[in-house]
């Protein structure tokens, strides 16, 4: 029962999420149902972490009633526009089952198999890892009982606490479904966690259709991620109800919209993502990473002009995306602030300049420990090194071919992943945390989320070096 | 893989919702939040064995309004009252 009732929040949720796709999108939508309701979920627990956020530091609680009542202006919105739905469903569908070909059906085995195990693992036991209990399961108890972060279970720096500053918008989602069951159940909630790999997987392959307009290729992006052992055996697997899965789907939505973007400049996909930055910082510190590299991506020009046009129109995509994300991220930075703990070890704030000249010191050995984790060579980490299941060596051939070949597409995605590097170095670098002990384990985890886009590049390159031979 | 933890959720449910719970333990004990929830963890920095309770003032105790007090040292895990002047029993 518990179980039904969860898909219920979820559905409202994602509803809800639909409302507001299709107020900032209007009637151009260009996914399919594959695409759309991965955005519809993320959008929905978007909106959710916003309210959630208004609503503590409005100094109320969030209770079934502020997060769920609000919410309803959406799911009213949607339920009125429900009719795009049904075009985007009966479209694409039929579309995408017909002519078939056996190396497509190929891909779809081995996106099922993977996106089932994920679910069915997660559905299989109640919340059990570490950190899925200590941080994001406990902050979501403790929002369920007290409801804000102005009570006791946050304040009394007495109470034992792990990284109290961290995002919550991944217990808010949690909480809200123990608010439709009137009670905190680890198990009924493992349901919501099963859900983010699955659909990162489905919007990757919507993605990737959209923008490479070529079925097989995406049906290969999806496949390669599908069944990368990192998201099945490291630290936090996709059904451990670490906050890493969720990032890296949030993510792979706010990173889709910025590269349809480019590729439509529709403004309505620049609000879109935008919004879905803003999202990623209400979901683990690491996120702010990832809102830089989508501000990359919109302005990095796909030819190099100079003129004032185009700093102008530069400009107003840079103030456009930060303002957006700032005013979604506000509410959040002032409420961590409010809670008396000291700074968590990734917490932005804790770089000081006056500390500049301990930093160069440990770039070199970040820099080595990064590359050795990669290549499965550090002690403890030859297990470790067989998770990203040969992905690194494909995009290191893909990205040679794309520099060579000059593929604008593919080389856009290498400086993306290359800055992602570069950006997690630097905080390795600048967050005074002894390199040896965590990126040990946590390395893997953190690099995560560029996952989908190191697959998109494999695939966006492979459909160039096509085209181009095609031409010739 | 969840058998001791689930032991320990069992012992969660038969003290009182609303009460306080000092930890005694040289471990990480975040996880005791997640099962103990609504009752309230503390952990002092200084008492990490049972003998460092009786450097524990009965006026901090009763400051935190401290009912219980959990020896936490897997796989021995004890309770212990504590009464309302502070007084551990």
Redesign the interface.
């Given at each position: 029962m518990n179980f039904i009732l969860a898909l219920i929040a979820i559905t409202y949720i994602s509803i809800c999420g639909f409302g507001l796709v299709k107020f900032i999108l209007k009637d151009n939508i260009p996914f399919s149902i594959f695409g759309l309701v991965p955005l519809c979920f993320g959008a929905g627990l978007g909106a959710l972490a916003i309210l959630g956020n208004i609503i503590m530091i409005s100094g109320y609680k969030i209770s079934f009633i502020t997060a769920y009542v609000p919410l309803f202006v959406l799911f009213a919105y949607a339920l009125k526009n429900c009719k795009t739905a049904q075009k985007v469903y009966s479209g694409d569908l039929l579309g995408a089952i017909k002519k078939i070909s056996w190396m497509e059906w190929l891909f779809i085995f081995i996106i099922l198999f993977g996106i089932i195990s994920v679910f069915i693992m997660s559905i299989a036991f109640p919340l059990h890892f570490w950190d899925s209990r200590a941080i994001w399961g406990t902050k979501a108890k403790m929002l369920f009982y007290s409801g804000t972060i102005f009570s006791s279970d946050f304040m009394d720096i007495n109470r034992i606490n792990a990284h109290f500053r961290y995002p919550l918008l991944f217990p808010i989602s949690q909480a809200t479904i123990y608010f439709v069951l009137g009670q905190a159940d680890d198990w009924a909630v493992m349901l919501l966690i099963g859900l983010f790999f699955p659909l990162m997987i489905f919007f990757l392959y919507d993605l990737a259709r959209i923008y490479l307009q070529d079925r097989e290729k995406a049906l290969m992006a999806a496949a390669l991620l599908a069944v990368l052992p990192i998201f099945f055996r490291s630290e936090g697997p996709a059904y451990s109800g670490f906050a890493d899965t969720p990032l890296a789907m949030l993510f792979c939505l706010s990173f889709g919209a910025a590269l349809l973007w480019k590729k439509s400049k529709d403004f309505r996909m620049l609000l879109l993502c935008s919004f879905l930055s803003g999202i990623l910082l209400l979901t683990k510190n690491e996120g702010i990473n990832l809102v830089a590299l989508n501000l990359f991506l919109l302005a990095l020009p796909d030819k190099i002009i100079m003129n004032k046009r185009s700093i102008l129109d530069l400009i107003k995509i840079i103030a456009i995306y930060t303002a957006i994300v700032a005013i979604i991220a506000a509410p959040w930075f002032y409420l961590s602030h409010a809670i008396p703990f000291e700074s968590d070890i990734n917490d932005i704030f804790q770089i000081k300049l006056s500390n500049i000249g301990s930093y160069i010191p440990r770039i070199m050995p970040v820099i080595m420990y990064s590359f050795k984790a990669f290549l499965g060579v550090q002690k403890n980490m030859l297990n470790q090194g067989f998770l990203w299941g040969g992905l690194w060596g494909l995009f290191i051939v893909t990205s040679l071919a794309s520099i060579l070949m000059r593929f604008s597409s593919g080389i856009h995605l290498f400086l993306v992943v290359l800055l992602n590097f570069l950006l997690i170095s630097a905080g390795y670098v600048l967050m005074q945390i002894t390199p040896e002990n965590f990126m040990i384990s946590n390395i893997f985890r953190i690099y995560l989320s560029i996952s989908p886009v190191i697959s998109l590049q494999i695939v966006s390159t492979l459909k160039e070096l096509e085209s181009d031979k095609a031409a010739k | 893989?969840?058998g001791y933890?689930y032991q320990l959720s069992l012992n969660a449910g038969s003290i009182s919702k609303d009460s306080s719970i000092l930890?005694v333990s040289n471990d990480i004990?975040?996880?005791?939040?997640?099962y103990f929830?609504?009752r309230?963890?503390?952990?002092?920095a200084d008492i990490t064995k049972d003998a460092d309770l009786k450097n524990v003032s009965r006026e901090k105790l009763k400051k935190?309004k401290i009912n219980y007090i959990l020896l936490y040292h897997p796989p021995s895990v004890k309770i212990i009252n504590v009464d309302v002047n502070g007084s551990i029993k």
């Open positions: - | 893989m969840l933890d930890v004990v975040f996880f005791l939040n997640y929830l609504p309230r963890i503390y952990k002092y935190d």
